[in-house]
């Protein structure tokens, strides 16, 4: 089965597609719900082992680099930076198939369609999986193409989880830490990149469109908190008298919602938390909570910070517990150039006159591409508007118009630059 395209384009295989989806999703951390393929684990590893196998049966040269990123090359005409087009195949906890598969497998789907046509690149393209884009207990999003375009910072490699430190994990997935504590690569090295994604909220279904032209990329601040206070006898412990971490985290919590709820544009959202010792008759001793806020202007997102700061310091202060926050990271929001953006829309137009411009309150690897490249993404709907659930869903027919979306932006991008 074959989606409809242009004359001279070949045709987007539909059954392939789908038929990689649904074996990508069959790789998935045993006793999880939905997919569950989180940076390190092994279901991510192997998962990544079979897309490779998948990239190379198609005659595509592999690589990996320093950051973990896997690569599948198809050669242009001219030696030219390469055209980049791919995503991510790690997920959340419980997350859904499309989330990033959609974009690396997508992107393969176009080359073999082109290299098996007769249609040859200008540019080489480079497909390409982003080493872990979501985020982890490492605290460090987007660990692939933050390595391309800034570099990671030497203490966060230095970080442990369960004994391992996300240097060791990165190495684990072939990339190599000693390599990445600059950027990978300087602005140029690649033409331009390209991202298809879900869109992961409700709007291009609402107006019943089937794609979208991504206008921007919300940016993201995200830190760890640790509050500590101390555990004592809920029984004993006057109220006057206690320390206690969760209540104060519980004070933080609602002033990430009012803050983020004051400020138009700004969503905040605390999704992590532990607490210790857990226990229904001891008071809290110390809470560990992981709070970010999104926004497409960097003002908007240092003001609602700075109010949770002042509203979690002043919580803590009248609890005598102490609040510590380990560095935060952020990510830059991000636009495509208004050529690239009328490019991409105008590709979305031609197959269907109801595609919208959107932005994107979702972070993606192309946020920080964009520091490299032009760079822009495309969307396609998401069923109830749901993702970073099992639920996440799109119709077999609007990945297919996306792929073929993606193939046509590649090609005019291809031509416009050469
Ligand atoms: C990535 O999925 C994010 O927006 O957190
Ligand atoms: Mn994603
Ligand atoms: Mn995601």
Redesign the pocket.
């Known amino acids: 089965m074959t989606c409809s395209s242009g004359n001279e384009l070949p045709a987007i295989n539909r059954a392939r597609l789908m038929a990689d989806l649904e074996t990508l999703a069959t790789f998935t951390e045993p006793g999880t719900p939905g997919t569950t393929r989180r940076f390190p684990s092994a279901a991510y590893m192997s998962g990544r082992a079979w897309l490779r196998e998948r990239m190379e049966a198609a005659g595509l040269r592999t690589s990996i680099d320093a950051g973990g990123n896997l690569f599948a090359m198809l050669p242009g005409e001219h030696e030219l930076p390469p055209l980049v087009a791919g995503s991510h195949t790690d997920s959340?906890m419980g997350?859904g198939r499309y989330?990033?598969a959609l974009g690396v497998l997508g992107a393969l789907e176009v080359a073999r369609c082109l290299a098996g046509s007769g249609i040859r690149l200008h540019h080489p393209l480079l497909v390409a999986d982003f080493l872990a884009?979501?985020a982890n207990d490492f605290g460090v999003s987007c660990v692939g193409s933050r390595s391309l375009a800034y570099g990671l910072a030497p203490e966060w490699l230095d970080r442990s989880i369960a004994g391992q430190t996300l240097g060791q994990a990165l190495a684990a997935m072939g990339g190599n830490p000693a390599g990445v504590t600059a950027p990978l690569l300087a602005p140029g090295a690649f033409a331009a990149c390209l991202e298809l994604h879900i869109e992961q909220g409700p709007v291009l279904e609402a107006a019943g469109a089937t794609l979208g032209a991504v206008s921007g990329i919300v940016g993201i601040r995200r830190g760890t908190f640790i509050l500590s206070g101390r555990p004592d006898h809920a029984g004993t412990a006057p109220m006057a008298l206690r320390h206690d971490a969760l209540t104060a985290a519980a004070e933080l919590i609602l002033a990430v919602e009012r803050c983020a709820r004051a400020e138009p544009g700004a969503v905040g959202t605390v999704g992590r938390l532990a607490l210790r010792p857990n226990q229904s008759n001891v008071v809290p001793g110390e809470v560990t909570l992981t709070a970010e806020i999104r926004h497409l202007e960097p003002a908007a997102i240092a003001l609602v910070w700075n109010y949770v700061l002042e509203a979690a310091e002043a919580a803590c202060a009248e609890r005598g517990v102490t609040l510590q926050l380990d560095a935060h990271t952020d990510a830059e929001p991000a636009a495509p150039p208004a050529w690239l953006l009328e490019l991409v829309y105008s590709v979305c137009h031609g197959l269907d006159p109801r595609a919208l411009v959107l932005p994107s309150g979702?972070g993606h690897d192309t946020g920080h591409l964009a520091h490299l490249a032009p760079a822009a993404m495309i969307f396609v709907p998401s069923m109830g508007g749901r993702s970073?659930c099992p639920e996440e869903y799109t119709a077999p027919e609007h990945l297919c118009t996306g792929v073929e979306a993606l193939m046509r932006a590649i090609i005019a991008v291809d031509r416009r630059l050469a």
Do not use: K, L, T, Y
């Open positions: 959340v997350g989330d990033g884009e979501e979702a970073h």
